[in-house]
């Protein structure tokens, strides 16, 4: 698989972030090492399209750094991952 072909899934890093969406496990950065919350759905992406999980530093160079990056809109599943964990979190006062 080249750079043009790659599949990316943007993760949280780990540190500083014990909140991550109920069900997400940790791992690795494919760019850089650092460890990264992969949420459920993230889960999903990296076993259905062998996508690479970055963290939001990495996952910005290489959008940056791309000249024919496409960049996919969150899913319902996603958005319902981030809203429960900002709720765990109270960071949502709702």
Not at 74 to 89: G, K, P, Y
């Amino acid at each position: 698989m080249t750079d043009e072909d790659r599949v990316v899934i943007i993760c949280a890093v780990a540190a500083g972030n014990p909140n991550p969406a109920e069900g997400s496990v940790t791992t690795h950065c494919a760019d850089c090492g650092v460890q990264v919350w992969l949420a459920p759905t993230g889960q999903g992406i990296v076993m259905e399209h062998g996508a690479s999980p970055l963290c939001i530093g990495c996952g910005t160079k290489s959008i940056e750094e791309s000249d024919d990056a496409e960049t996919q809109p969150i899913w319902d599943a996603q958005r319902i991952e981030v809203l429960r964990a900002l709720r765990r979190s109270r960071l949502d006062p709702r």
